[in-house]
T-cell receptor, first 113, second 113 residues
Framework: GESVGLHLPTLSVQEGDNSIINCAYS??????FIWYKQESGKGPQFIID?????DKRQGQRVTVLLNKTVKHLSLQIAATQPGDSAVYFC????????????FGQGTELSVKP | ETGVTQSPTHLIKTRGQQVTLRCSSQ?????VSWYQQALGQGPQFIFQ???????GRGNFPPRFSGLQFPNYSSELNVNALELDDSALYLC????????????FGSGTRLTVV
C-alpha cells in the first residue's frame, strides 16, 4: 500500500547542533514533498517543500534533500533551538490524486538546552 | 488574514452515537480536506471538498461523510461511532489552483467511550 515512513521515531539533540530527520517514501509517482512541524495541541505547520524535479531546497535554517533513486527525503535544521522541539512529518502528494497528502508516522525532535 | 478554525476543540462521545465537527476555512481558500490523526501517528486523508462536492476520498467507510458550504466552511459527520474513531481530526484548507498550499487548523480531539 501507499506509505511514507520515517527511520527514527525520536531524535534528541543539543541546542546549537544541527539536526537531520530522515524519511523514506514508497510512491514513485509522487511529484511533491512537504515537511511539517507539529507542536503539542496544534495542527501541522508548513516548514519547507520540494518538487520531484529538484534534489535540494533551502529555507531559513532548514534544508530539504530529495533522493529519488532510493526514495529518500531528509530535513536538515541548522543551529537547532529549543523552539524546534516538536514532531516532524514528511508528506508526499502523488501525481494526479487531487492534492491528497500522504503523511509518515513522524519523528519527535527533542532539543536539550 | 484569518487561519483555519475548528470547533469544538475537544469532544467525548459514546460508542454508537453520531458526531459533527466544524471547520472554517482560511480566508480566500476554496478547498477543504479532512484528516484523522491517531495518537502517535501521521494524519490520514479522509476526504476533500471543492465547490461543495466531494473531490477525493481516502480509505474510510461511508459512515464518514462531509459537507462544504457556499462560504467554503465544512462539516465532518461520523455516524455509529466506534472506539477506534478516537483521534484528532484535522481540517486543512487551500486554493484549488494552489492545492499544495495547505493551512491546517488545530484540530478537534474526539474521544469515543
Amino acid at each position: 500500500g501507499e506509505s511514507v515512513g520515517l527511520h527514527l521515531p525520536t531524535l534528541s539533540v543539543q541546542e546549537g547542533d544541527n539536526s537531520i530527520i530522515n524519511c523514506a517514501y514508497s510512491n514513485s509517482a509522487s511529484d511533491y514533498f512537504i515537511w511539517y512541524k507539529q507542536e503539542s495541541g496544534k495542527g501541522p505547520q508548513f516548514i519547507i517543500d520540494i518538487r520531484s524535479n529538484m534534489d535540494k531546497r533551502q529555507g531559513q535554517r532548514v534544508t530539504v534533500l530529495l533522493n529519488k533513486t532510493v526514495k529518500h527525503l531528509s530535513l536538515q535544521i541548522a543551529a537547532t533551538q529549543p523552539g524546534d522541539s516538536a514532531v516532524y512529518f514528511c508528506a508526499e502528494i502523488p501525481y494526479n490524486q487531487g492534492g491528497k497528502l500522504i503523511f509518515g508516522q513522524g519523528t519527535e525532535l527533542s532539543v536539550k538546552p | 488574514e484569518t487561519g483555519v478554525t475548528q470547533s469544538p476543540t475537544h469532544l467525548i462521545k459514546t460508542r454508537g452515537q453520531q458526531v459533527t465537527l466544524r471547520c472554517s476555512s482560511q480566508s480566500g481558500h476554496n478547498t477543504v480536506s479532512w484528516y484523522q490523526q491517531a495518537l502517535g501517528q501521521g494524519p490520514q486523508f479522509i476526504f476533500q471538498y471543492y465547490r461543495e462536492e466531494e473531490n477525493g476520498r481516502g480509505n474510510f467507510p461511508p459512515r464518514f461523510s462531509g459537507l462544504q458550504f457556499p462560504n467554503y466552511s465544512s462539516e465532518l459527520n461520523v455516524n455509529a461511532l466506534e472506539l477506534d474513531d478516537s483521534a484528532l481530526y484535522l481540517c486543512a484548507s487551500s486554493l484549488v489552483e494552489r492545492h499544495y498550499g495547505y493551512t491546517f487548523g488545530s484540530g478537534t480531539r474526539l474521544t469515543v467511550v
